[in-house]
Structure formats: structure tokens, C-alpha cells
């Protein structure tokens, strides 16, 4: 028989955000490659946090630990929070969300990892679609990682897990990079997707437009501004 697999692929809804604009937006899609029914989905989503190029995080595979440093390493002044997650697809209901305020880059991503079973090193704790719970102890602003699990995957279903993030104070050229795996009953190993990244950007195309009469680049006080200007991209 063919065995069994689980592929995971992770989008950014919001590639680029200007400064202080909200939320910043992340996609995973957990997706039952086989004819066999799997179930159990658990995907685990480390947000991006300072320092995850270069300190990163692990994944490990069986009796194999490999240190992920993220492609594109995150960057951002400021800080970022947790806002909201959901589930689509298969994973629109029965869904159980957990949370962890551990350090980022002492976590490891595959669900599998003995740190991610109770009682390991990692502790996670119940919530609700919002947050962490009150007796949690933490609040949204220091969650680093957000998992969710529980719906049963058919032969070629998807499940989609979206994250929702708060920048506060941020500035141009801010870079935000996610990562999630992903785990079911009935595969062998846990799974990683691909690094995709939010950007602030540096530049911005509009603002004001003008007669400029005289032709010298500048406003003059005589010079009044023109309406209904269209700009095409090409």
C-alpha cells in the first residue's frame, strides 16, 4: 500500500502593511495527500519573533533535531501580539486551541517532540479562538506559539489555520516571517512548511498632484492641487 501523507503549506494574506496598519495575516493548509482517512490533525504555528534567523528554532524528525533558522529572518521594531486564529476546511469546527508564552527559540516546531506531549518542557495552555484563557496567566501580548488540534482529516482534505497578528509601533522596513508543522495519526513523521514573510514597506507610491505652471518641482503658493488623477501601474 502507498503510505500515508500529510502536506503543509503556509501563505501570507497580508504581504505588505504600512506603519501601524492591522492585522498582519498568516495561512497554513494542512492537506491529506493519500486515499486513507487521517485523523488527529495537530499543527503547531511559531509567530515570528525577533532573532529567528539567526537563534531560531528546532524541528525535529524522529531521533533527528534540525536547527531552523526562518530564510528571511524576521525584523520589526516595536512589538507584536497575538490577535485571532481560525480553521477553515476540514478544520472549521472540533477544534482545540493552545497556546504558549514559552521563548520562542527554545521551542520546538514538530508536534511530535517529546517538549510538546503533557508534561513536557513545553507547557500549553487552553484557549479559545481569541487568546489563552484567564488561567493561563499570560495574555495575547506574550504568546509566541498558537496550536491547534483535533479535526479528523479525510483522504484529500485540507485544513486551513489562520493567524491573525498585532504590530504596534512598527517602522518601515520591518520584515515578519511564519513558519508552521504539522502532524496526524496515520503518517509516520510531523512535516514543515515554507517560510513566507510580511513586509512594512520602504516606500510608498501617491500623495499629492499639482499644476505645476512654471515646471520647477515645487508647489507654489499660486499653484492649486489637481483632482481626479488616475494612475495606471504597469
Known amino acids: ?11 501570507v494574506n497580508t504581504p505588505y502593511r504600512e506603519e501601524g496598519q492591522s492585522p498582519i495575516e498568516f495561512t497554513s493548509y494542512a492537506r491529506n495527500g493519500s486515499a486513507e482517512d487521517l485523523t488527529n490533525i495537530d499543527i503547531i504555528d511559531i509567530l515570528p ?3 529567528d534567523g539567526s537563534d ?12 531552523k533558522k526562518r530564510d528571511l529572518p524576521t525584523s520589526f521594531n516595536g512589538t507584536l501580539a497575538f490577535l485571532q486564529a481560525s480553521g477553515g476546511h476540514a478544520c472549521s469546527a472540533g477544534v482545540t486551541w493552545r497556546y504558549t508564552n514559552r521563548t520562542a527559540s527554545e521551542l520546538d516546531i514538530a508536534p511530535t517532540h ?16 481569541t487568546g489563552p484563557n484567564a488561567e493561563c496567566g499570560y495574555d495575547n501580548s ?13 483522504a484529500d482534505a485540507t ?3 489562520n493567524v491573525k497578528l498585532t504590530p504596534l509601533n512598527n517602522k518601515k522596513g520591518d520584515v515578519y ?29 501617491g500623495d499629492f498632484v499639482w499644476i505645476d505652471a512654471n515646471s520647477n ?11 481626479g488623477i488616475r494612475v495606471q501601474l504597469l
Open 49 to 51: 519573533f525577533n532573532g
Open 1 to 11: 500500500s502507498i503510505p500515508a501523507t500529510l502536506f503543509i503549506s503556509k501563505e
Open 177 to 205: 516571517t511564519n513558519t508552521a508543522s504539522a502532524f496526524a495519526q496515520g503518517v509516520t513523521l510531523p512535516t514543515l512548511s515554507n517560510d513566507v514573510s510580511a513586509f512594512v514597506p520602504t516606500t510608498l507610491l
Open 114 to 129: 517529546v517538549s510538546n506531549k503533557t508534561g513536557g518542557a513545553t507547557t500549553w495552555c487552553v484557549g479559545t479562538d
Open 142 to 154: 506574550e504568546v509566541t506559539a498558537v496550536r491547534l488540534s483535533g479535526p479528523d482529516l479525510n
Open 217 to 227: 518641482g515645487i508647489q507654489d503658493d499660486d499653484e492649486f492641487g489637481a483632482a
Open 56 to 67: 531560531g528554532f528546532n524541528f525535529s524528525v524522529a531521533s533527528t533535531v534540525v536547527a
Open 159 to 161: 485544513c486551513s489555520f
